[in-house]
């Protein structure tokens, strides 16, 4: 919880422990059973900005995974455009920052 007088790193610090809690929620952590087609979905998006579910589905070929992952709030789909992006701007800047998810 966010108390006022926090200071934006203290702020910062929550926010991202949630996200990282949704990562694993979503086994999407390095030695996780999603963290491979995590990566690359995570790639994509860093690259695009977003995936067509079509696409995010080729990718991930599993609708169990599939479903498993859009219910972690790691990621965002929208069924109107049919998009899928990173859930918020908190969960990018995560995946930005951690080695784990790097392009390499």
């Known amino acids: 919880m966010i108390n006022v007088g926090e200071t934006f790193e203290e702020v910062r610090k929550i926010v991202l422990g949630a996200v990282n809690q949704n990562f694993h929620q979503a086994q999407m952590m390095e030695g996780e059973d999603n963290h491979v087609i995590g990566k690359v979905i995570i790639q994509e998006l860093v690259k695009n ?15 169990r995974i599939a479903d498993e992952l859009l219910q972690a709030n790691v990621f965002s789909y929208n069924p109107e455009s049919r998009i899928v992006t990173f859930q918020s701007r908190a969960t990018e800047v ?3 920052e951690s080695p784990e998810f790097s392009l390499k």
């Open 49 to 63: 900005n977003k995936i067509h579910f079509d696409a995010f589905i080729k990718l991930v070929n599993n609708k």
């Open 94 to 96: 995560f995946v930005r």
